[in-house]
C-alpha cells in the first residue's frame, strides 16, 4: 500500500483491489466502523435539515455509537410509531419513535397526539423496557406531564444536541430507566 492512500481508500468506503477482486478483511472492517462511530456527530442545524427517514437513520446511527449494537431502523408504513429499535448495553430494550420537524424550534410542537401510540404498542406490541420519543422539535408541557406519568422518556430539541454533539450516551440522560431484561428461562 502507498502510505496516505489507505485512509482515503478506508473513509471512500473502498478497499485496494488485489488481483481484481476487492478485498475487505472482515476485521478491518470492524475497526474502521468502530471508529468511525465513535466519532458521528451531527449539529442542531445538520439535525433540522435531514428528511425524516435520514433522521431515523441518524437516531439509528447514534444508538449504535452509544454500544446498541442491534439498533435497526425500522419506520415506515404500520410500523405502529416504533422507528428505531435497539437493545443497550445492559440488555434493556428501546424503542424509540422519531419525529422530525423540517423548522426544528420554530417548527410545531410535539404535543399529547403524538404519544398515546407509543404508549399503546411499545412496550406490549415491540416488548419496549424503554420507550423513548426523539425529536429534533419541541415538546408541549402537557406531554411532557403525560409522558411521566406513562413512564415513557422524550428528548427534544435540547437534549439531541447532548446527545448528538457529546460523548454521553442517551442511557445518561433520560431519568430514572428499568433495571436490564432478567434472562428467560429456555423453554
Known amino acids: 500500500m502507498v502510505p496516505g492512500r489507505a485512509p482515503s481508500a478506508v473513509a471512500g468506503g473502498r478497499w485496494p483491489a488485489r488481483r481484481g477482486r ?11 466502523e468502530a471508529v468511525r462511530a465513535q466519532g458521528l456527530r451531527y449539529g442542531r442545524s445538520q439535525l433540522d435539515a435531514l428528511h425524516h427517514a435520514a433522521f431515523e437513520e441518524a437516531v439509528r446511527d447514534l444508538m449504535r455509537r452509544d454500544g446498541c449494537q442491534d439498533a435497526q431502523r425500522v419506520g415506515g408504513g404500520g410500523d405502529l410509531g416504533a422507528d ?3 437493545t443497550d448495553p445492559i440488555g434493556r430494550r428501546r424503542v424509540i419513535p422519531c419525529i422530525h420537524r423540517r ?6 410542537a410535539v404535543g399529547t397526539p403524538d ?6 404498542t ?3 406490541v415491540d416488548g419496549a423496557d424503554v420507550a423513548v420519543i426523539v425529536t429534533n422539535g419541541r415538546v408541549t408541557g402537557p406531554a411532557v406531564t403525560f409522558a411521566k406519568e406513562q413512564r415513557l422518556h422524550g428528548v427534544d430539541r435540547r437534549r439531541p444536541a447532548v446527545l448528538a ?3 454521553r450516551p442517551l442511557r445518561e ?12 428461562s429456555p423453554g
Open 84 to 86: 428505531v429499535k435497539a
Open 165 to 167: 454533539l457529546g460523548s
Open 22 to 32: 476487492r478485498w475487505s478483511p472482515p476485521a478491518a472492517v470492524a475497526r474502521w
Open 103 to 108: 423548522n426544528g424550534a420554530r417548527g410545531s
Open 115 to 120: 404519544l398515546p401510540v407509543l404508549n399503546g
Open 173 to 184: 440522560l433520560l431519568r430514572a430507566v428499568p433495571p436490564p431484561r432478567r434472562p428467560t
Open 122 to 124: 411499545a412496550r406490549p
